[in-house]
């Protein structure tokens, strides 16, 4: 279903506090990873989409309570394909920072083999663009070249908001599974990463993720890296920063950051997330005020984001990320919504819509930012879970002039 043009390598690597390791080639195993903007009933609203995952991400009792999340179909995300079972079935599968379960059968049905044995357990998970309910099964799954037998992962038995996509592979942190078995809501369920580690085939429990700026509807141009980080992936050293201990983002992949806009400050330092199953980057109200003031944007009535001119985007300055010592700028070309897409969210193919939206609270919350897709299509990200914390580097990207 998706193009498998490039592709992925997880690599068994020890990797330092502040810079990135010797990397090795030739690894057997490979995992293709593609982006697809799912069109299919017409113009997405991302915006909404977002929005309602801010909601869910926010609030923990949202997560569980499956029908009661508003639901807008997923639209946008990385997929994976995944091998269940032996002989396996094959799943695509969003990859997801923000949650931890792994689950299969929103489109393609599960398929029981020699392999698959049924806990009995109930599970339940939503994720503001959807949810998924059904039961807890082990099973072998293969990724690229590996198996990774007895894992844990929920087969759905109803779900809703991922059209064309088979579940969610998860690479939260574990304890967001917490809850999500029914009967037994104190339970975590190891995650992939978790028992790629326990078993043995990778030797430090991190991911590592590479994406390239999409300017297309369907393209593979990440990278998904268990155990390791690759060369091409980042330019110059990986800093990392520690898991925020602000409730709620501590939760998540959390960190704590300022955000200024060219030399205004518009977000003081505070605690927000690192998430792959967000598109865009959002902000806390106050500062995305600040932020449609000194950009001189519009909002958009088609696709809700802020639309500026030629005139504004000339004099657009840099959107910094100043996290610890280090400082990661958004370019003014960086802060653009692909053009070539305008259509696909059902605006006009010659704006400029900028990707910085309101996350819908003031700051002070806990939960003052995401640092979703358009952030991470420039930075190179690395989520260590024995160490809680989070890395970042510059990619060939950074600076890239693709809008």
């Known amino acids: 279903m998706f193009p498998a043009a490039s592709l992925l390598t997880i690599i068994p ?14 690894s057997p195993i490979t995992l293709p990873i593609a982006r697809r903007l799912n069109v299919s009933n017409g113009a997405i609203n991302l915006l909404q989409q977002d929005r309602h995952r801010m909601a869910t991400l926010k609030d923990p009792t949202l997560r569980r309570s ?20 032996s002989p396996p079935t094959t799943y695509n599968l969003i990859i997801d920072t923000g ?39 082990t099973d072998t799954l ?30 939260g942190p574990v304890d967001l599974t917490a809850g999500t078995l029914v009967d037994e809501p104190s339970t975590t369920i190891p995650t992939v990463t978790d028992t790629l580690h326990s078993q043995g085939t990778i030797h430090h429990e991190f991911v ?23 060369a091409d992936g980042h330019v110059g050293p990986i800093t990392y920063y520690p898991i925020t201990q602000t409730n709620p983002s501590s939760t ?53 984001l802020l639309s500026i001119s030629s005139t504004q985007y000339g004099a657009l300055q840099n959107l910094n990320f100043n996290i610890g010592s280090e400082t990661y700028a958004l370019t003014p070309n960086g802060q653009l919504w692909p053009r070539v897409l305008n259509t696909a969210l059902g605006g006009s193919s010659n704006a400029l819509y900028l990707v910085v ?47």
């Open 66 to 85: 499956g029908h009661s999340t508003p639901v807008t179909n997923a639209g946008n995300g990385y997929l994976i394909a995944v091998g269940v079972g």
């Open 142 to 171: 293969t990724l690229g070249g590996i198996t990774i037998p007895n894992q844990s992962i929920g087969v759905a038995a109803d779900s809703s908001g991922f059209p064309g996509v088979d579940g969610i592979l998860g690479i």
């Open 13 to 26: 690597l020890a990797l330092s506090i502040t810079a990135s390791p010797v990397e090795v080639v030739n």
């Open 357 to 403: 939206t309101d996350i819908g609270t003031p700051s002070g919350q806990g939960f003052d930012f995401v640092n979703g897709y358009a952030f991470l299509e420039r930075f190179y990200s690395v989520y260590d879970v024995s160490h809680s914390r989070v890395g970042f580097a510059k990619t060939p990207y950074t600076d890239a002039t693709t809008n």
């Open 208 to 230: 590592s993720i590479s994406f390239e700026p999409t300017t297309s509807m369907e393209v593979t141009n990440g990278k998904l890296t268990f155990g390791g980080t690759i």
């Open 99 to 137: 949650s931890s379960n792994t689950w299969v059968g929103a489109t393609t049905g599960y398929v029981a083999t020699t392999t698959s044995v049924n806990t009995g357990q109930s599970v339940l998970v939503s994720y503001g663009s959807g949810y998924f309910a059904g039961t807890e099964y």
């Open 252 to 304: 998540y992949w959390g960190i704590d950051q300022s955000i200024s806009y060219g030399s205004t400050t518009i977000l003081s330092s505070t605690a927000g997330i690192v998430d792959t199953g967000t598109t865009f980057i959002n902000i806390a109200t106050d500062a995305f005020d600040q932020y449609q003031s000194l950009t001189g944007g519009i909002l958009d009535a088609a696709t809700g």
